[in-house]
């Protein structure tokens, strides 16, 4: 049997007991959870990172068009506001930069979704509205059947 090549990299016999890769522990209470209120955990967690990026955008906005003002103003001051300027734009170019890769990633989240669960949700969601659309009917042709014929007979 052939030994292996010496080298003076040193290679130890068993990963060190230190503090590799080591996990967070799970929190019960996301264990706990159902899947419909994970789901809206994950869907508050995304709301939350829309309206972050969005109130960037727009402080931005309004920064910038505040400082867009136009009087007597030294040469300084012109320098001053035209950095501020350039940071509030690169903030706003990073913060749509998230939001188009928050887009790709509900995307790719929708793609990989659950076709058939999508699929459930939509016949349910189509049958409860036709229901109620047929009670609409039926309650609309009663009031119609009522103020048509006001002495009780039915048109029927």
């Known amino acids: 049997m052939a030994e292996p090549p010496q080298t003076d990299v040193s290679r130890p016999s068993a990963l060190p007991t230190g503090k590799l890769l080591q996990r967070p522990a799970f929190n019960q209470a996301l264990v706990d959870q159902n899947s419909d209120e994970y789901l809206d955990a994950i869907e508050e967690e995304w ?11 727009v402080d931005g906005m309004v920064d910038i068009v505040s400082l867009a003002s136009i ?3 030294d040469k300084f001051r012109i320098a001053q506001e035209s950095f501020q300027a350039q940071s509030r734009a690169e903030s706003m170019v990073r913060a749509a930069n998230s939001l188009l890769s928050i887009t790709h990633s509900l995307k790719l989240l929708l793609l990989l979704s659950d076709e058939a669960q999508i699929a459930h949700r939509r ?34």
Do not use: F, M
């Open 47 to 57: 709301n939350k990172k829309l309206d972050a990026e969005v109130e960037i955008l």
């Open 123 to 156: 016949d349910a969601e189509l049958k409860h509205i036709q229901q109620e659309k047929s009670e609409a009917r039926q309650k609309v042709a009663e009031l119609l059947d009522k103020s048509l014929n006001p002495k009780g007979e039915s048109l029927r």
């Open 71 to 73: 009087g007597d103003k």
